[in-house]
């Protein structure tokens, strides 16, 4: 390889929407010898047949420790790897461990080179968190609205209530007790479920 | 005041004391408020260590001495002033590895010299029919797991290197692994192996204390700087530890340890397989055979927690004996600083004793101060004096 190629990254991820992501990323910048090993089975073997630089691992993983094996004296690796051994680094792992994700290099590759790319990374990674989070908050806000429309329902036919007065009732409810809406919506669901 | 701690550990039973002293209270009563963080790998327990993301983590013992000598990343050093957990690896191999050893067997079955003399010659076997070499699965490079199997094949002449494949895996694919046959045997910590016996998939050979009478796998961990900064919590956390592993060796409360540890956030397997393990009552095959040894996974018997500096010179012995590092007596003396029974005799606020020597099955008695001496005993190895 010309030092002036692109090197070759494997990202090594069960998530097939956090890779791609991660993928495009590098793909944008420039990086286009990129692959994604999904399936841990035999990784190491994978991994030697894709013979990579980098290698980029998410630490929900727990092949992560396999990938250790790889600074150990055997005749299995054709070279060695080694991450940041520097300690000139420790501002590198901190960004790169808070965002959960870990890279692992090739001895001999320079630092520059290796710089964007793992900054690259902690950014992707940053944003498919941000993503997921926004993602749950959704979901947890569509099953509220659920919640909320079944206690509306029960009110209506207990009380005789239309639907503007049992929001109401659950609203000023709520504000009394101090208590979130959903809250209040989801004590009457299992009040109606246990006087069923 | 309360002190709030974040503490990392890797559900196994030998995190046992550290769970207890949170769950149980006894941190609490220690003025600690901490948080436990289930990891899924040593590489995050020790890199989150290292960066101060942890305060204290349970964690490999030879983790915390390659930490502080700076082997294969960034050099931080360590401190034990605890020791979580001792003689809780076993050995499981397949039906097929465990047929083909009894068929060598020329001995007692628990006699690793027996064993290790049959593996040679299933070994040699394979070699002659051209079946390829056997596999073993270890749970990290710097573990009691790689030692204590490299020790015990060499003895019998298999060479670790050369004559099997040792390969990485995460404790919890270590059954499926077996199952599928991607490894013919491997040496995990409790629950695992007591795990590949329920499912019928495997035969748990050795309790590791066949190989060495009294090994240390996990201590406590937490970094020299914040452990010299802050001497009063890390008293307190030795405390708390030592209040947890009384209780969890007072067999009447087993049974309240076992669900503990059996909650999904913690170790999250069946009580009751957590507590075989904890009682060293085991099922070591399919067909129901029950093996018990008063030394498998030690606590808190036997002065077991207290760090001996002779035990970690050991570890780095092993390390150097398979090529992870040259020796360098200055880097022995690191080793054996990693281990602080002095921290420890300063919470308990008394002597506790001495622990066990390692007391291997083969070899002559080890002794700190002639390492490379004690290799030299030793024909199968990466070391070259």
Same mark, same amino acid.
């Given at each position: ?27 944008? #910048? ?14 190491? #073997? ?10 980029? /691992? ?28 520097? +300690? ?5 792992? +901190? ?21 964007? /790319? ?10 498919? #968190? ?53 809250? /209040?919506? +989801? ?10 | ?19 207890? *002293? ?15 963080? =289930? $990891?899924? %790998? ?59 050893? @009894? ?23 394979? =070699? ?65 192996? %007591? ?32 452990? $010299? ?5 890390? *008293? ?8 947890? %592993?009384?209780?969890? $060796? ?13 909650? !999904? ?20 095959? !399919?067909?129901?055979? @029950?093996?018990? %040894? ?24 092993? @390390? ?8 360098? !007596? $200055? ?5 054996? *600083? ?16 001495? *622990? ?7 070899? !002559? ?16 190895? =990466?070391?070259?004096?």
């Amino acid at each position: 390889m010309s030092a002036e190629s692109s090197p070759r990254i494997v990202i090594v991820d069960e998530s097939p929407i956090r890779a791609a992501i991660l993928e495009e990323g590098l793909r944008e #910048a420039g990086f286009t010898d990129v692959a994604h090993i999904s399936e841990m089975q035999g990784l190491l #073997a994978r991994i030697y047949a894709l013979d990579p630089e980098i290698i980029v /691992i998410d630490l929900e993983n727990p092949s992560r420790d396999v990938l250790e094996q790889m600074f150990q004296v055997s005749r299995a690796v054709k070279r060695p790897v080694a991450m940041f051994v520097d +300690q000139s680094d420790a501002a590198s792992i +901190q960004a790169s461990v808070e965002a959960g994700v870990s890279a692992y290099i090739v001895d001999g590759l320079k630092k520059e080179r290796i710089k964007p /790319i793992l900054d690259l990374c902690v950014s992707r990674f940053n944003a498919f #968190a941000k993503l997921q989070d926004e993602l749950d908050r959704t979901k947890h806000a569509l099953e509220e609205r659920k919640v909320i429309d079944r206690a509306k329902g029960i009110l209506m036919k207990m009380k005789g209530l239309t639907e503007d007065e049992a929001y109401v009732l659950l609203r000023s409810t709520a504000m009394r007790e101090k208590k979130k809406i959903g809250e /209040i919506a +989801q004590s009457i669901l299992t009040a109606s479920e246990l006087l069923k | 005041m309360t002190t709030p701690l974040r503490i990392g550990f890797i559900p196994l039973v030998d995190a046992a004391a550290l769970i207890v *002293a949170v769950d149980k209270g006894f941190a609490a009563t220690e003025g600690l408020d901490v948080t436990l963080v =289930r $990891e899924v %790998s040593w590489s995050n327990v020790r890199d989150k260590l290292n960066i101060g993301l942890f305060d204290a983590a349970h964690l490999l013992a030879p983790v915390a001495i390659a930490s502080s000598l700076g082997l294969g990343h960034v050099k931080v050093p360590i401190a034990a002033p605890f020791n979580l957990g001792l003689n809780g690896n076993a050995i499981t191999v397949s039906p097929a590895l465990h047929a083909a050893l @009894m068929a060598e067997l020329d001995g007692d079955r628990f006699d690793p010299m027996a064993t290790a003399r049959a593996l040679a010659r299933v070994v040699a076997k394979r =070699r002659t029919s051209g079946e390829g070499p056997l596999t073993f699965g270890m749970t990290f490079p710097f573990s009691t797991h790689n030692y204590q199997l490299r020790f015990w094949m060499a003895a019998g002449g298999v060479d670790p290197d050369e004559d099997v494949q040792l390969v990485v895996l995460p404790p919890p694919y270590m059954a499926d692994s077996l199952a599928n046959g991607h490894v013919d045997a491997f040496c995990v910590g409790a629950p695992w192996n %007591s795990i590949a016996v329920d499912l019928g998939i495997g035969h748990i050979l050795h309790f590791s204390s066949d190989i060495l009478q009294s090994a240390v796998e996990k201590v406590l961990a937490v970094r020299q700087t914040w452990a $010299e900064k802050h001497p009063e919590i890390v *008293a307190a956390l030795v405390r708390a530890h030592l209040r947890a %592993s009384e209780f969890i $060796e007072d067999r009447a409360n087993r049974p309240e340890v076992a669900q503990i540890l059996a909650q !999904p956030e913690r170790i999250g397997v069946d009580a009751s397989v957590i507590q075989r393990t904890l009682d060293g009552r085991l099922k070591i095959s !399919p067909d129901g055979t @029950m093996r018990e %040894s008063d030394r498998y996974l030690l606590v808190g018997r036997e002065v077991a927690a207290r760090p001996a500096p002779a035990q970690a010179a050991w570890l780095y012995a092993q @390390m150097v004996r398979w090529g992870q590092t040259p020796f360098r !007596p $200055e880097a022995l003396q690191a080793a054996m *600083a990693v281990f602080r029974p002095d921290l420890h005799d300063a919470a308990a606020g008394r002597p506790t004793g001495a *622990a066990g020597a390692v007391g291997a099955f083969s070899g !002559p008695p080890f002794d700190p101060s002639d390492v490379p001496g004690h290799l030299s005993a030793f024909k199968i190895g =990466r070391w070259k004096p």
